[in-house]
């Protein structure tokens, strides 16, 4: 069977300049370079952000690289930890401005539509250290200041902006699980961290539009990690601890991302718990007023959850998962090396509720991938890493993304993580998942078998049966 995909699908993959560029004439550290300078130890083979793919030295060859395997788009992001100079004044790094400026200008030569993100979990450490970070409406306005500089630069050229990546992240990692710096566990600091990169979310969005760049074919939206919520079963106390991890993970960032209000169960169980963030109605009219136009959607595993083992009025720590508990299927298909559920599925559900409860928004897929440890392993003689199991995976959730579309969804696109293999915060490259390889010694770079395959679906647009 085959299956067409539009002829202006988006066929690309993402990456992140902290992921990729290395720490070459970087004035501040973000918040991982300065984790790994004072806790190497909490990094996979004590391997840093100092080099990563050295995408800063090599990014002529690298978009070369990506145009040879047919991607058409590709997402990265712009370090606020290297444009800006004087973090309080917004005052720009010159040699910054030249870097992004090239690279920019080298994708549109190649054919490639650059997509940047502003905020890829890498707040520059100092305004932690000095403000808190997210935790502050001072460190937002600084955000704004470094995205208007972003637009003001390079928004002749580039007509795709997203505020940030993954926020839910930020705050989980941060603030609850401890699998980010700097592993702090206040689950009342969570919500109003929530809170805030909602706010810089739409502020963001206000001073694109002061702008007028919207009147030039640009547009702008948010990177979501949207992991669909199954229950463990249909029983009442299943579905309502389903509910409410929705709520939590997916619905706080996306509800006001798209219809600009924050749900209003959300918030009452927030009152409830006395955990509710601080706002003002000033800022939430500015969160309504300022709605995305565009949807970005990063997606690997499903989210699978069942009552919790304890009562969630217990005493202790207010943690959102007082009110579910991680549900682990019997018989759950997995990527073991990363201990993942595989369920290709899910892409549908994610492109039928857009379709039915926000708007139909324009989305594409902005990361979705599968990432090996050990991929030596399947290296031929040739040095080419015959990576079939990663051409499966993608095809079967480009299966269900094409269903979705026949549906009605309104989905342009399809972005692998990641172009070139980049370093993974903590796992370092424990994982890979990129088309092409990366040895992290000779900086040798080499297409991998998918990368090959997913150049004749990009230039047919076509997806065919294995």
């Given amino acids: 069977?085959?299956?067409?995909?539009?002829?202006?699908?988006?066929?690309?993959?993402?990456?992140?300049?902290?992921?990729?560029?290395?720490?070459?004439?970087?004035?501040?550290?973000?918040?991982?370079?300065?984790?790994?300078?004072?806790?190497?130890?909490?990094?996979?083979?004590?391997?840093?952000?100092?080099?990563?793919?050295?995408?800063?030295n090599s990014f002529k060859e690298d978009i070369a690289l990506m145009k040879e395997i047919g991607l058409n788009s590709v997402r990265t992001s712009i370090q606020w930890s290297r444009l800006i100079d004087d973090l309080e004044l917004g005052t720009v790094n010159e040699d910054a401005v030249r870097f992004y400026n090239e690279v920019i200008d080298t994708f549109l030569e190649a054919g490639i539509?650059?997509?940047?993100?502003?905020?890829?979990?890498?707040?520059?450490?100092?305004?932690?250290?000095?403000?808190?970070?997210?935790?502050?409406?001072?460190?937002?306005?600084?955000?704004?200041?470094?995205?208007?500089?972003?637009?003001?630069?390079?928004?002749?050229?580039?007509?795709?902006?997203?505020?940030?990546?993954?926020?839910?992240v930020v705050v989980e990692g941060e603030y609850l699980h401890q699998f980010h710096y700097p592993k702090i566990v206040d689950g009342k600091k969570a919500v109003q961290v929530a809170y805030n990169l909602n706010l810089a979310s739409a502020k963001a969005i206000?001073?694109?539009?002061?702008?007028?760049?919207?009147?030039?074919?640009g547009r702008i939206g948010i990177i979501l990690n949207l992991t669909p919520t199954y229950p463990a079963s249909d029983s009442p106390e299943d579905l309502a601890a389903a509910n409410i991890?929705?709520?939590?993970?997916?619905?706080?960032?996306?509800?006001?991302?798209?219809?600009?209000?924050?749900?209003?169960e959300l918030v009452?169980?927030?009152?409830?718990?006395?955990?509710?963030?601080?706002?003002?109605?000033?800022?939430?009219?500015?969160?309504?007023?300022?709605?995305?136009?565009?949807?970005?959607?990063?997606?690997?595993?499903?989210?699978?959850?069942?009552?919790?083992?304890?009562?969630?009025?217990?005493v202790g720590e207010w943690l959102p998962n007082r009110y579910f508990d991680e549900y682990n299927m019997p018989g759950r298909r997995m990527?073991?090396?990363?201990?993942?559920?595989?369920?290709?599925?899910?892409?549908?559900?994610?492109a039928i509720n857009i379709r039915d409860n926000y708007n139909n928004i324009p989305w594409f897929?902005?990361?979705?991938?599968?990432?090996?440890?050990?991929?030596?392993?399947?290296?031929?003689?040739?040095?080419?890493?015959?990576?079939?199991?990663?051409?499966?995976?993608?095809?079967?959730?480009?299966?269900?993304?094409?269903?979705?579309?026949?549906?009605?969804?309104?989905?342009?696109?399809?972005?692998?993580?990641?172009p070139i293999d980049c370093w993974s915060w903590a796992n370092a490259y424990k994982n890979r998942y990129g088309f092409i390889s990366t040895n992290i010694h000779t900086q040798i770079k080499t297409i991998k078998k998918s990368g090959h395959w997913f150049k004749t679906v990009?230039?047919?647009?076509?997806?065919?049966?294995?």
């Fill in 113 to 168: 539509r650059p997509v940047m993100n502003l905020h890829h979990f890498d707040l520059p450490v100092e305004l932690y250290h000095k403000y808190g970070g997210w935790e502050s409406k001072h460190v937002v306005d600084l955000y704004v200041k470094f995205a208007e500089k972003c637009f003001e630069l390079f928004g002749d050229r580039v007509k795709d902006w997203f505020t940030h990546n993954e926020p839910i």
């Fill in 365 to 418: 897929v902005s990361e979705n991938g599968m990432g090996i440890s050990g991929e030596e392993r399947f290296m031929n003689e040739a040095g080419v890493v015959e990576d079939d199991y990663r051409i499966d995976f993608i095809r079967e959730h480009l299966e269900w993304v094409h269903q979705g579309i026949e549906e009605g969804s309104n989905c342009f696109g399809y972005h692998l993580w990641t």
């Fill in 206 to 217: 206000q001073a694109f539009r002061k702008l007028g760049l919207q009147n030039e074919g």
């Fill in 245 to 264: 991890a929705e709520l939590f993970n997916n619905r706080m960032f996306l509800d006001t991302a798209v219809h600009g209000e924050f749900p209003q």
């Fill in 335 to 350: 990527n073991i090396d990363r201990g993942w559920e595989i369920y290709p599925k899910a892409l549908y559900d994610i």
């Fill in 1 to 56: 069977m085959q299956r067409t995909f539009k002829e202006d699908f988006w066929w690309g993959a993402a990456t992140s300049g902290p992921q990729s560029e290395g720490r070459f004439n970087k004035k501040h550290a973000n918040m991982f370079d300065y984790w790994y300078e004072i806790e190497p130890t909490d990094f996979y083979d004590q391997v840093g952000p100092d080099v990563t793919s050295n995408f800063y």
């Fill in 458 to 466: 990009a230039q047919t647009n076509t997806l065919t049966d294995k």
């Fill in 268 to 314: 009452d169980l927030f009152i409830k718990d006395d955990v509710l963030w601080e706002s003002t109605p000033a800022e939430l009219a500015l969160i309504k007023d300022n709605t995305i136009d565009v949807l970005g959607v990063n997606f690997y595993h499903p989210n699978r959850v069942k009552a919790p083992d304890i009562a969630p009025n217990s």
